[in-house]
């Protein structure tokens, strides 16, 4: 038997926790050739909001640093790879290309007609945010139009080539949001005819109430293969939502009050505003309570869904608008709104409250008993959302910049969710038989080691689990993890 040559791939994670999703895979074949891509490109959020005393500013500095470089030379870069247009996982890609990097960056097609839409909000967003704190901006808009001329969309299911004979991508349909996918990589060996199969989950749901998701094929569940698998909610079961949406929305609207719903632009906000409609289709929400929507990305995505056939929305799904609905915008119309004495539901962005008109209806209510702000999703570490949640009734909270007592009803829920709970991700990952390895990933650091015990105990023939981090990463050969080593990140 000769020596035998050297083939894997390095897997590099960018992020601790749940935002700036971004893996670097430098992956060496045995002719030497070295072939290096990455998976998502997101921007850092947790706490960028605290700057406030020392340390809190300290970890705004952490954040900025970690959003301003790569911890790699962007120009080495062969391709990238987008899972799904989350600001989270796009919202760097302009910086990259304004760095050096003049590569393609692949996505489905359905991601294609929408990340003009985050990138532009993103560039908006950071702009503002420069401004207020005296530095420059992450990147401008013609970084974002270099970007996006670079960008391709791909059909699912259709295997293709990245590298000749080297490198073979997948993207398989996933529920998470529209246009989100799993991606598969495959590297061949070319002179062993070994391969390394690696399966990127991005965020994960098995399903979406905007379009239907196809089992994935029998021939993937049965790869040898290393999923990279995120964590967002691996402490928790789908036993744990607490559906209150609707009672609380009710209860609100008997009560009179100011309902305010902040919701991601991208699909939570349409969301919302079906459930809304069903509300009053089955009687128990009165069409006469007038349902007011705000937010420009959110109206935009509104608009897509309900016009534009490449997203691949399911034609009985849009017709989604509840009745006495009106997309108003600026602020004198808000200021209308919010004067109006009557109850009313307004459906507004940003999701966890920290931007966009979100912060300034929080801003005018929080200290009024008579509103209600009711949460639709995930609020990370350092967000408005977040931070009133911390906040009880009649305590000081700081919003924007101005500190208010905290009189308003602020409820969550978790029943929106548009990723899989941990039991959920338990059963997807026991449809493979025959798993390699899994890297948590995509979760605050305490629940991802959480989850990986419990990968432990329930996922079949699983005996390691590795943890993404900064300060780790993953040698991966055709079998197994081959060891984990220090990277030399900042
Ligand atoms: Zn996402
Ligand atoms: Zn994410």
Known sequence: MGLRKRFYVDIQTLNNAVTGSLHLCVAKFPDGETVRFIVDCGLFQERVEKVND???SARENINDLYNRSFPFTEDSLDFSLITHNHVDHVGRLPLLYKNGYAGKTYMSIPTKEL???????????LRET??????????TDTDVGQALSNFYGMPYDEPFYLV???????FFKNGHLVGAALILVQIYSSSSKEVINLLFTGDYNKKNMFFKVPDLPKWLYELPVTIIQESTYGNMDTTDIEECFEENILRGTREQKTIVVPAFSLGRYQEVLYFLKTLQKR???????????????AATYTNMFLNNPNLGIDSEMTDFLPENVEFISGSEARSNVIADIHSKIIVTTSGMGSYGPAQEYISKLISNPNALIHFTGYTAEGTLGRRLKDTEIGQDVKVG?????????????TEFSAHAKANEMIDFLNSFSKINFIIVNHGEPEVKEKFASRILREVNNVKEVGIASRDTFFRIDPYKCVKSMSTHFQ
Do not use: F, Q
Not at 130 to 139: E, I, P
């Open 283 to 297: 009687g128990a929400l009165d069409p006469n309570i007038p349902i007011y929507g705000d937010g420009k990305l």
């Open 130 to 139: 420069a401004k207020r704190r005296h530095v420059s901006a992450l990147y």
């Open 115 to 125: 990340i003009r839409h985050a990138l532009n909000d993103s560039c908006k967003v």
């Open 164 to 170: 000749p004979n080297k490198v073979k991508v997948t």
């Open 401 to 413: 910049s101005i500190m208010k007592i905290k009189r308003a009803e602020v409820m969550y829920t």
């Open 54 to 56: 020392e340390d809190e």
